[in-house]
């Protein structure tokens, strides 16, 4: 059984120094062993993952996928504490293989354990000696007499077949990091590392081998997703786990050492691509190449253009619903911005605090109906929605109680395609941000396809695909006629020529 106690430095010292209920610990639990032998290698409290680390490596598990964010310490507690718990531990492994995506990794994990054998005094006393055997492994392997156990490091590159220490084959295997940006690049190179790990990897283990594949996400369609997909689909047997630095609730999962958001945002200020950052700590894979808003097209302005100017055109809203308040459901979200100007001289300023929340029917009314009250320059602000499903039935309820209302018909177009069709002006510097108030509107865009939610894109989208069918057309104005009549229930977007003095 394994517990988790929160215990201070002066405890910990005291069960150290009685090496009989030191090494009892030690030898039940993976935790104890760790939080005895090793605590020099994390200097802050655990996390609740890191505690479901532990019980992966204590359970009988024959496979299991750990995917964690870059600095969780999952090698750390995997390829270096579990490595030499499952020998002097109660699992009494005998033949430990360590797999890299290169040999100069492999190494690189052989000689964190040897180093920890030969200069941690107390592991020393109660596990050594150790032997670097004059074998085919030569300088990739260490065998640990006293447990006759050996452990040894191997990578992608070569060839294992057939491998056993004494009369046992590798009965536990753990492959870190066997994939890199390179290897994950073409289909070709993803087929070449799943076909190794079939032919290599599945055969050279035993009727009890236990296999865990750590690493992050590199590409869709990986190995690590590969396993994924069929652990899900139930075509593999085994066990996948999964700790971004933010969970989908927003949580961070390692408060201790990164306590605020404030200083998640400092970590990510250190990447130069911020792919790279959502890659390695976020867990979401996105490319350069893909993003439809990058973030350098963020154009913020500190100051709001007041709408009594002569190029101001009118205000607007483009709102995307979802009428729900189950904690399933999208939010509904309304974006608010000023037009100015037509053609190349269209400048298009988002205000701040949009609407991002889940709302029933009535409040999504009050909400709507508020923001169309708002007069700007004499004029109440305008409400583009798209003109689909039950949304059609919203819109004729705001059209008879006389607000100015829009029904937007998208003609099959999906989210993606939607925001494609703006991108061009947020990249020529056409549409402005507020410096402060938009941020999650601003991650929405840049982060489309990866973040969970996107009711905050497709409300923008919206509303500026409306902006521009006024402004690429100059001259032309956008009136609503109110629906008041008992026999009119849909409101009409009706566009003049302003030369016609209706």
């Known amino acids: 059984m394994t517990y988790f106690p929160q215990l201070g430095q002066e405890e910990l010292n005291k069960i150290r120094r009685d ?17 005895l032998y090793l605590p020099h290698y994390i200097n802050c409290e655990f996390a609740p993952f890191h505690h479901e ?11 299991a996928v750990l995917v964690a964010f870059r600095g969780s310490a999952k090698s750390t507690l995997v390829t270096l504490s579990y490595v030499i718990w499952s020998i002097v531990g109660i699992q009494q492994k005998k033949f430990v293989l360590i797999v890299s995506q290169t040999q100069a990794q492999a190494k690189l994990h052989l000689e964190n354990i040897k180093r920890e054998l030969e200069s941690n005094d107390l592991l020393k006393a109660d596990i050594g000696p150790f032997e670097s055997p004059e074998d085919e492994w030569g300088s990739n392997s260490i065998v640990i ?45 993803r087929d070449r590392t799943n076909t190794w790990f079939n032919a290599e990897i599945v055969p050279v283990g035993d009727k009890n081998t236990k296999t865990l594949v750590i690493g992050n996400l590199l590409h869709e369609d990986s190995l690590i997703m590969r396993f994924k997909k069929s652990i899900y689909e139930g075509r593999l047997s085994g066990e996948f786990f999964e700790y971004p630095l933010i969970d989908d609730g927003k949580n961070i999962l390692w408060p201790a050492k990164y306590p605020t958001m ?23 894979i996105i490319s350069d190449e893909d993003r439809l808003v990058k973030r350098e097209w963020i154009k913020f302005y500190d100051n709001l253009p007041s709408p009594d100017a002569d190029d ?17 459901a999208d939010y509904t979200a309304m974006v608010s911005a000023y037009m100015f100007g037509r053609g190349e001289k269209l400048g298009v300023y988002i205000l701040p605090n949009p609407i991002n929340k889940r709302m029933d029917f009535p409040t999504t009314v009050d909400v709507a109906i508020s923001l169309s009250k708002t007069v700007v320059n004499g004029e109440q602000t305008k ?35 939607r925001l494609a069709l703006v991108t061009h002006i947020i990249q020529q510097g056409k549409v402005w941000f507020p410096r402060y108030g938009a941020e999650e509107l601003i991650n929405q865009l840049t982060g489309f396809g990866i973040e969970r939610h996107d009711d905050l894109a497709d409300a923008f989208s919206l509303l500026l695909l409306k902006i521009l069918e ?33």
């Open 19 to 35: 090496r009989k209920i030191r090494r009892a610990l030690a030898r039940k639990s993976h935790y104890w062993f760790f939080s």
């Open 53 to 63: 680390i532990f019980k992966l490596t204590e359970e009988n598990v024959e496979f």
């Open 145 to 189: 007499p006293k447990f006759g156990a050996r452990i040894a490091a191997v990578s992608t590159e070569q060839s294992i077949r057939g491998i056993r220490h004494e009369q046992y084959r590798p009965d536990l295997i753990i492959c870190d990091d066997i994939e890199d940006i390179n290897s994950v690049k073409t289909k070709e190179g």
């Open 262 to 284: 404030e200083d998640v945002e400092k970590l990510k200020k250190t990447f130069l691509q911020e792919s790279a950052f959502y890659r390695e700590y976020l867990l979401k």
């Open 312 to 328: 101001f055109e009118f205000a607007a809203v483009g709102i995307d619903l979802a009428i729900s308040e189950r904690e399933s």
């Open 383 to 417: 409400l583009f929605i798209e003109e689909v499903g039950y949304q059609k039935a919203f819109i004729d309820y705001l059209s008879s109680k006389s607000i100015l209302v829009e029904g937007v018909q998208i003609h099959g177009q999906d989210k993606r395609t």
């Open 470 to 502: 006024v402004a690429s057309t100059p001259g032309i104005d956008v009136y609503f006629v109110p629906c008041i009549g008992p026999y009119e229930s849909i409101s009409r977007s009706l566009s003049f020529n302003s030369d016609d003095n209706w």
